[in-house]
């Protein structure tokens, strides 16, 4: 069992930045493959970035490429997003996931683990 918890969140004028962390419960963080997911009200929650076990192997949907950032500290159970550049539309609700096993899967249904969501509000 994983309990995951994020923070980070906020309000932030358009092109700034904001890092999410995810916290992380169990002694076998190393073998999980860590998500970001966004939803927005009325809409399916979509894949925005993923990280394998050892932080090599990073994936990114199209339209944060370049501007955010996955990463990993698995000495301390962390994940995090640094987003850069932030657009009106990044605005949402983002959540942390994890999966066991190497794949990084882009689906939701294939990640066991949530958080309970971080908002991140971008103004005009």
């Known amino acids: 069992q994983v309990q995951l918890v994020e923070s980070g969140g906020g309000l932030v004028q358009a092109g700034g930045s904001l890092r999410l962390s995810c916290a992380a419960s169990g002694r076998t963080f190393s073998s999980y493959v860590m998500g970001w997911f966004r939803q927005a009200p009325g809409k399916e929650r979509e894949f925005v970035s993923a990280?394998?076990?050892?932080?090599?192997?990073?994936y990114y949907t199209d339209s944060v490429k370049g501007r955010f950032t996955i990463s990993r500290d698995n000495a301390k159970n962390l994940v995090f997003l640094q987003m850069n550049s932030l657009k009106p539309e990044d605005t949402t609700v983002y959540y942390c996931a994890a999966r066991q096993g190497t794949f990084l899967s882009v689906e939701t249904r294939r990640f066991v683990y949530w958080g309970q969501g971080t908002q991140v509000t971008v103004s005009s």
């Open positions: 990280i394998s076990g050892s932080g090599e192997r990073t």
